[in-house]
């Protein structure tokens, strides 16, 4: 079977590893000049050599928010004497190291960008053409590729989520998105304000306080601050609006600025799927995909690496390798009409616990259900439990000094950072 596979992130790279090892014929196409995803970042800010906009958000002195010891792929570890929250180098290291284990960089190609994806067919498991443009050689005309599978690996952190807040545009200050962000220092004796309380707002936040004149961080009453508010940094409610010099708030209050970050999130986009592959994307929910992954209407198309909020890593592997599975008709995939009100069932749960269309694939608390869901159906080995049971304590209580050790498939130990030698 010849399949194609769209990027060369982490969840790319996993479904290249599994679909070579099944003796398939495999192209993986990947628009910029390296492997890797938004772990690839070298500091740069705007357009890489090829013109992409550079989507890593990667910054100085960003560390995982969750323990090495999760983010992990089967057939390799991490460095196990490193600590378990780790910077975007030792990722990246890990990821250079899987491709150059299995020998995947052979199968990508560098600077190819997919512009357009059609079924060549309307039978549910058509056969797909691709349209890719050479960026490295930018006066020739696309090309097309045809494929008997697709496996989509989008990511998580390309198109930017930016709040509508109004008359933002009237604001004379700089504004950006945490995407863009790089260094703390370059706010020196500034006025910021950091919008979000997500992991990466509240990391920011810190790491602007250090170094600006004040730091504001605008939090939702009602949201869960993954990370506590620093002692520096001075919490605000939401944005009424802007004007020229500064941010009105709800509670009436009014801060003058010169710099405001959005770490508010990103959304899904996947420009190059025409309408008739039969996905469309509404408020940030992939319509619709069996588990999570594979196109209900056209099952020889996969996306991978989609859920959020887990340990991505091991999850994406348990797809692929699920993937992998139907198309060698190890098992059957259930009707459509039953794969449909599957994904009903699941939305009718969501919206009982009043989780918003937007967080459709937000797994933070189902990931182990989903991981038994298809290791059932398609026989193959689910996610180690004990991935589940870590993520479980974080949710808890965490502290990026504690140190992870796996000691089975359900047990880990957990160090303070005073105890560890």
């Given amino acids: 079977m010849k399949i194609g596979i769209l990027g060369a992130g982490a969840a790319g ?18 628009k910029s000049a390296r492997l890797g995803g938004c772990w690839s970042g070298d500091g740069r800010v705007g357009k890489d050599e090829l013109g992409n906009h550079i989507s890593s958000g990667m910054y100085k002195g960003l560390t995982t928010n969750l323990p090495k010891e999760i983010m992990i792929f089967d057939g390799l570890e991490h460095n196990p004497h490193s600590k378990s929250f780790v910077g975007q180098a030792e990722i990246l290291h890990y990821l250079q190291t899987y491709a150059k284990k299995f020998n995947l960089a052979k199968s990508i190609r ?9 079924p060549l067919s309307s039978d549910p498991n058509t056969r797909w053409r691709l349209l890719v443009r050479n960026l490295t050689k930018p006066d020739e005309e696309p090309t097309t590729h045809d494929f008997d599978a697709l496996m989509l690996a989008p990511g998580h952190f390309v198109h930017k989520f930016i709040a509508d ?7 004379q200050g700089d504004m950006l998105h945490s995407n ?13 304000l950091v919008i979000g309380a997500g992991p990466s707002g509240g990391d920011i936040a810190k790491r602007v306080a250090q170094h600006a004149k004040i730091t504001f961080q605008s939090v939702k009453v009602d949201s869960h601050k993954f990370v506590p508010i620093h002692k520096d940094v001075v919490e605000k409610g939401e944005v009424d609006h802007f004007d020229r010099n500064g941010a009105h708030f709800q509670d009436g209050s009014y801060e003058p ?7 508010t999130g990103y959304t899904y986009m996947v420009p190059c799927l025409s309408p008739a592959c039969g996905i469309r994307i509404e408020n940030n929910w992939f319509k619709f ?7 209900i209407e056209r099952p020889s198309m996969a996306i991978i690496g989609l859920p959020y909020g887990a340990s991505i890593f091991p999850l994406a592997d348990l797809q692929v390798r699920y993937y992998m599975a139907y198309l060698a008709g190890k098992f059957d995939l259930p009707s459509r009409e039953a794969m449909l009100e599957s994904v009903s069932n699941e939305h ?11 967080n459709f694939h937000n797994f933070s608390d189902c990931g182990r259900a989903l991981s038994g869901a298809l290791a059932k159906e398609s026989g193959v080995r689910p996610t180690p439990n004990v991935i ?14 504690d140190k992870f050790e796996i000691v089975d498939d359900e047990t880990f130990n957990r160090t303070p950072p005073g105890n560890i030698n």
């Fill in 388 to 401: 589940f049971n870590i993520m479980d304590a974080l949710h808890g209580a965490w502290n990026d000094q």
């Fill in 180 to 192: 863009d962000f790089r260094d703390g220092a370059n706010y020196v004796n500034k006025r910021v």
């Fill in 13 to 30: 790279l996993v479904s290249l590893k599994y679909a070579l090892e099944e003796g398939h014929e495999v192209v993986c196409f990947e």
């Fill in 257 to 263: 600025l010169d710099v405001v970050i959005y770490s």
């Fill in 289 to 295: 995909l069996y588990h999570h992954c594979i196109n």
């Fill in 348 to 358: 009718a749960v969501r919206i009982s616990k009043g989780v918003p269309d937007r």
């Fill in 110 to 118: 560098f600077g190819h960008e997919v512009i357009s994806i059609e």
């Fill in 165 to 171: 807040i109004k008359d933002a545009n009237v604001f």
